[in-house]
């Protein structure tokens, strides 16, 4: 059972602490940010998510900057513990709207209230929104979230298109609206985190796609909703099928090696025609997790060359050309490329007319930054630089350099070709057609390659 | 000191000015407590919000309690509640005051709104006051009756809170049992599931004094209560099915009928987007196939998708849980996924404490088929930015050389590290190509051509140079120039600071010595005189024992310092198989993460029904802080296989920070000479080192067997003793054995099997456990000699069976011994 629960700021300000059980001694928030503070102060190691300090064991997740922080005097299953703290993370943000330092400091009563009924003397209690709406009073007291960099895989949908009210992710599930009536919309991102590992020769030598179906309902009444998939969508790979295999119609059928689903998710008719019904709950949750070992075009091809030109100095010439349709355009593009350590100077060489890019040489980590605004599908971009070391090179300085890694969103563009065939809502009246909102994002996990 | 700030009501009510807050919340309560004027409650609210927050960050607002109280007759909820939050908070240090409020929450009980008396209810369990105790049955009582299932959840737990302010008192109202019924009866699953909460708790704790009450715990894992709950499980919320699924993973099933049954039952839990109910059902599974080889591995083939799918979803803390409990899994049977091995290969998003948790799992599953591509894979880290993940990735290519038949291709990536010039990297490799070649001396041509290159200045790592100088020592008939680089590491004795590095030049300047007697003659005089004329005790003792030896006879020197070697066939393990089977007991718990079993990070109180080891456990846990995530619990396995371990392998035990000197001390001088022997002789071995540590653990090691084995009737052994003993013996002997049903009958507590073995001259240390499951610690004395025996002894009543594993100090009387052991254990229950 759970002895505390507390949320700390980035600074260790404990803005909610709630003791359950009284067994473990007031000063535990101090002691679990000075452990993690200073976890290996030589080896710039991060804590772990569980440590335990003389008999404590503090559990914690880091959700928008805020440490959500359990402790426990008892060997409890960690992921249950782990689950707990997120799903309250997910209560909190159904609740306010939008999760963050501000909010939870301007409605820390209501979280007092939410935490009351969630866990009692420790143990779990309820966690769904739709329960607890019964149990709580207060009226959740709404933060701009203009002001706030938004939260969660879902919030990169506010900075490209243009089709979606900005506010609609980071609308309180709960707090009635000022016209009174609540617009009738439901949310179903298909986020897909992918990790591609090129081989110096350009080879693809890993890829993985792990993704989610995210729903955020926020129809009355809760209405039954049918969700289609992919009609030649097989699931198990490397014998562990759950399903029988149907024979797979050429190169295009998508195979995911597994996948998960939230408990309100009805799989009879999943088996037949892919597709999952269910009433969902309110607020936000995973329909599906899944995952895809299976190959898949990359969006973005990388190479990376560095060549002695000179004694002390090398050239490096980063290229990454954009895989994907020209309607679709990638943001916020980051590449990374660690360089000797010897390395003093770089200066670097934009193609001509290149705008929305920045570049800067990190000395402290010694790694070259490459920022891109955007990228539009069938672009290919080129980056020069030449570095200046402070000493002679020996040896292969290859193998002293990379890997590059890249970091970018894609939006309304899923690597695995999955998609939701159809979004059925259970109709109540004629006049009853609430907004749906389908999206698609692919983020790099762990874009990766090497020299 | 600043006047009183009244905050504006728009600004953040979590940032309170200063203490003199305090008297003004007082001030401003006491004004509005009797007031009825329109606008009061928001009035309130605004003010209690504050006193909350001051709360929040710690400022004592105890003394407006009183005001507080008045304030507190109100309808709105919203006020309430925060009342009640801050009465739970401050009841306790305010006994009299708390009174005070015992009136408005008997009131609120009863409410017409069930939201309400849950509330109050839950309230006036929360105050934690001995002496207001009384006041919370009859409300208890007529919580668990409601007709609101909300009120009956918060009563089920009430119960538990009262159990923890007065036991007797629960006990007096019969909660208990009213509780079981509610558990057996009620429609609603949260309500049966804080009942099983609170059961679970309180016969758990009473168990260890009443017999009754290990009855009810042993009935809750029994068929009847284990169906009714598997029936309903779709019931129940997700954190109350990790409940349930905890409990059946304690059930022992009668037939495998039953196995698959339930295996079919809960196989779609699997699939659930919890990971916890995942893990929950994994454990169930793993536990139920124990004794099904087949069954059981086609669970791992099973559990390897969701588990993949767990670690990719959700949080990075999410995964790590995940990935810790799929390390175990790799552990356990590496060969299961030899061919998930693209898995575990490092993401550069990872953070280091899962880099290193993968790096071991590639370390372990690499086999003939995949170690190419793994080994490939780990010398792309090696040049990685983040150096103790390179260190680390080295030492796993080197580890995976360790374990492989077909080491060509990794020696030579190996010396390609060397060829890459950057110190930490040369450092890690020095020492692995040192372990290497103490397992493939064949090697010694190609690695000695490289290292021989290497030139000792450009190494300032103790460990490394160490190597070094031991590679030195050990080939320097293959290396021309030896005894002249000896020599000048000689000549900078001075600057030489780690002690462990000039014991190894000691040795290494001997052991040329004997080869190379002319070219080292000088270095070796100028090495014994330094050593001699060391500040560090250790150096000095052996360039004294050197120089004696020597003085003795050159040709004895020699067989003790340079004796022909035989190669190492197998490392040492780092854990032993007992620890690592206590970690998978304990599947699905913290244990997992911190690769330790559960008696060595948790206070007694705080055990589980199934953790036991009473007072052994204090002993180890010693100044373990808990920042490591590496164990002090396995010192005293490490303490004895130190000194047949290398300096690569005691880092894997201590953790990174655990290169000091003391590796290197007096006895692991013997150490480098003897260390090198085969795994046959490994325990004679050891034994002949512990009493040269001193310990007196030996007494007469090679006494003829007595015909029969009387034992001492009074011998005393403390914990801390039998722990070390039990970390550094080998089993001698382990058996299973039947109990008589009448044992098993008088079996109700571990007490009555302890008295029994008493009465046989066998002693317990250490018991712990519950119906069906018991553990015990015995020992035994050798009448007249200093000698022990070990016994540990796991009885299942369900099967009447007794696994037992017998550790002695003489391990030729352990048969005997046993015979007896067997005989006391067979004849229990039936005097």
Request: aromatic fraction near 8%.
């Amino acid at each position: 059972m759970i002895s505390q629960f507390f949320v700390l700021s980035q600074r260790g300000d404990n803005i909610v602490f709630r003791d359950y059980r009284g067994e473990v001694a007031k000063g535990s928030a101090e002691i679990f940010f000075r452990k993690v503070k200073f976890w290996k102060e030589d080896e710039a190691e991060e804590a772990p998510p569980v440590f335990n300090v003389d008999g404590v064991n503090y559990i914690h997740v880091k959700v928008a900057g805020l440490f959500f922080v359990a402790t426990s005097r008892v060997n409890m299953p960690p992921s249950l513990v782990l689950e707990l703290l997120q799903r309250i993370a997910r209560v909190t943000k159904d609740y306010l709207g939008v999760l963050n330092e501000d909010s939870i400091r301007k409605n820390f009563v209501l979280v007092y209230e939410l935490l009351d009924e969630v866990i009692d003397f420790g143990y779990p209690q309820t966690t769904s929104t739709e329960v607890l709406k019964s149990y709580v009073f207060n009226e959740p007291i709404v933060v701009d979230a203009g002001r706030l960099p938004p939260l969660g895989p879902a919030a990169i949908f506010m900075q490209g298109t243009k089709r979606m009210p900005g506010t609609a992710v980071t609308k309180s599930v709960v707090a009635t609206e000022p016209g009174g009536k609540k617009r009738e919309e439901i949310f179903v991102d298909i986020i897909e985190k992918i990790s591609v590992t090129f081989s110096s020769s350009g080879y693809i030598l890993t890829s993985e796609i792990d993704g989610t179906i995210q729903m955020k309902s926020y129809l009355t009444g809760n209405p039954e909703i049918r969700l289609a998939l992919n009609e030649d969508l097989s699931i198990g790979r490397n014998g562990s099928s759950l399903y029988d295999y149907r024979s797979s119609s050429g190169s295009g059928t998508v195979i995911l090696d597994d996948c998960n689903f939230h408990e309100s998710v009805h799989l009879e008719s999943f088996d037949v025609d892919r597709t999952l019904s269910l009433i969902p709950p309110d607020g936000e949750f995973a329909v599906m997790n899944y995952r895809m070992t299976q190959e898949f075009k990359p969006p973005f091809r990388v190479t990376a060359l560095i060549e002695e030109a000179g004694s002390s100095r090398a050239e490096v010439i980063l290229k990454i050309r954009a895989d994907f349709s020209p309607n679709v355009t990638a943001n916020t593009i980051t590449v990374q490329m660690p360089v000797p350590s010897y390395t003093m100077r770089a200066s670097f060489e934009l193609e001509a007319g290149a705008t929305g890019q920045t570049t800067d040489f990190k000395e402290g980590s010694r790694r070259l930054e490459w920022n891109l605004k955007k990228i539009v599908g069938g672009a290919e971009h080129t980056l020069r630089a030449k570095l200046t070391f402070s000493q002679e090179i020996h040896g292969n300085i290859a193998k002293e350099a990379g890997p590059v890694n890249m970091n970018f969103t894609i939006p309304m563009y899923n690597a695995s070709k999955l998609q939701v065939r159809y979004l059925q809502i259970a109709k109540k009246s004629k006049t009853y057609n609430p907004y749906r909102w389908v999206r698609y994002v692919t983020q790099a996990n762990s874009y990766v390659a090497r020299l | 000191m600043a006047p009183p700030v009244s905050t504006p009501k728009s600004a953040s009510p979590s940032q309170p000015s200063g203490k003199s807050e305090v008297t003004d919340l007082k001030l401003q309560l006491r004004h509005l407590a009797g007031s009825r004027a329109p606008g009061a409650d928001d009035a309130k609210r605004d003010l209690f919000k504050r006193v909350i927050s001051c709360m929040t960050v710690g400022i004592d607002v105890s003394p407006a309690f009183s005001e507080m109280v008045m304030c507190s007759a109100t309808s709105d909820v919203v006020l309430k509640k925060m009342c009640y939050l801050y009465v739970g908070n401050y009841a306790r240090c305010n006994p009299d005051l708390a009174l005070l409020t015992i009136n408005f929450l008997q009131k609120d009980c009863h409410d017409q709104d069930p939201t309400i008396r849950g509330l109050a209810l839950r309230s006036l369990c929360s105050l934690r006051v001995q002496n207001l105790v009384e006041y919370l049955v009859a409300p208890l009582a007529a919580g668990l009756k409601d007709h609101s299932s909300y009120v009956r959840t918060v009563a089920a737990i009430g119960v538990l809170k009262l159990y923890h302010i007065s036991a007797t008192m629960c006990h007096d109202s019969d909660f208990p049992a009213a509780l079981k019924a509610l558990m057996l009866s009620d429609p609603d699953a949260q309500v049966v599931a804080n009942c099983l909460y609170s059961l679970l708790e309180i016969w758990t704790q009473d168990a260890a004094n009443s017999d009754e009450a290990a009855r009810e715990i042993e009935a809750l894992y029994g068929k009847s209560i284990i169906y009714y709950l598997l029936n309903r499980i779709k019931d129940f919320s997700e954190w109350a099915q990790c409940l349930v699924l905890d409990l059946v993973s304690k059930y022992i099933p009668s037939d495998n009928n039953e196995i698959f049954d339930m295996m079919n039952l809960l196989e779609d839990r699997l699939q659930h987007a919890n990971g916890a109910v995942v893990l929950a059902t994994i454990k169930v599974f793993l536990h139920l196939t124990m004794s099904m080889t087949d069954v059981h591995q086609q669970v791992y083939e099973r559990i390897k998708a969701p588990l993949l799918t767990l670690v990719g979803a959700g949080s990075p803390e999410q995964s790590y849980a995940v990935l810790c409990h799929l390390h175990l899994l790799v552990m356990r049977a590496p060969m299961l996924f030899s061919s998930d091995y693209k898995h575990f290969y490092c993401q550069f998003s990872d953070p280091s404490y899962v880099k290193k948790l993968k790096l071991e799992m590639l370390t372990a599953i690499a086999n003939e088929s995949n170690t190419y591509e793994i080994v490939t894979e780990l010398c792309e880290y090696a040049g990685n930015v983040d150096v103790p993940i390179a260190q680390e990735s080295i030492r796993a290519v080197g580890k995976i050389a360790l374990q492989q038949y077909d080491v060509n291709a990794i020696v030579d990536r190996l010396l390609q590290f060397l060829e890459m010039e950057k110190d930490y990297v040369t450092a890690e490799t020095l020492v692995l190509v040192k372990d290497l070649l103490r397992k493939y001396p064949q090697w010694s041509h190609d690695c000695i051509a490289v290292v021989g290159n290497i030139s000792s200045n450009s190494i300032q790592e103790p460990k490394a140079k160490a190597a070094l100088i031991w590679m030195l020592g050990e080939y320097s008939q293959d290396m021309m120039d030896a005894p002249y680089v000896l020599e000048s590491l000689v000549e900078n004795w001075e600057e030489e600071h780690s002690p462990e590095v000039r014991l190894h030049l000691l040795t290494a300047v001997m052991k040329c010595f004997f080869k190379r007697a002319p070219e080292t003659q000088k270095a070796l005089g100028a090495a014994l005189a330094a050593g001699l004329a060391d500040n560090n005790q250790d150096v000095h003792d052996r360039a004294l024992f050197y120089y004696r030896l020597l003085q003795y006879d050159v040709a004895v020197a020699e067989r003790v310092v340079n004796p022909p070697k035989q190669a190492v066939s197998v490392f040492a393990d780092t854990q032993s198989s007992e620890i690592k089977d206590r970690i998978f007991d304990e599947f699905n718990s913290l244990s997992v993460v911190y690769q330790k079993p559960s008696y060595l990070f948790t206070d007694k109180e705080h055990r589980g029904p199934f953790e036991f080891s009473e007072d052994l456990s204090n002993l180890a846990i010693g100044g373990d802080s808990g920042d490591d995530v590496i164990h002090s619990a396995q010192r005293y396995e490490e303490n004895d296989k130190d000194l047949l371990l290398s300096t690569s392998d005691k880092e894997e035990n201590g953790g990174p920070t655990h290169n000091g000197s003391s590796t290197y001390s007096a006895p692991s001088d013997v150490n480098s000479s003897t260390s090198l022997v085969s795994s046959s002789t490994t325990q004679p071995a050891a034994f002949a080192i512990d009493d040269l540590l001193g310990l007196g653990v030996l007494d007469t090691p090679v006494l003829p067997p007595p015909p029969a084995l009387s034992l001492n009737a009074k011998p005393v052994l403390d914990p801390g003793t039998f722990q070390k003993k039990w970390g550094q013996l080998t089993v001698s002997s382990s058996q299973e054995s039947t109990l008589s049903i009448q044992g098993v009958a008088s079996l109700t507590a571990p007490q009555s099997l302890i008295k029994h073995m008493q009465n046989n001259s066998i002693q317990c240390i250490a018991s712990g456990g519950q119906p069906p499951n018991y553990k015990f610690f015995f020992f035994a004395q050798k009448e007249g000699s200093s000698s022990f025996f070990l016994v540990e002894c796991i009885v299942n009543t369900a099967s009447a069976k007794a696994q037992i594993k017998i550790k002695a100090d003489d391990a030729s009387a352990s048969d005997a011994f046993a015979s007896l052991f067997q005989s006391a254990l067979s004849n229990f229950g039936s005097s």
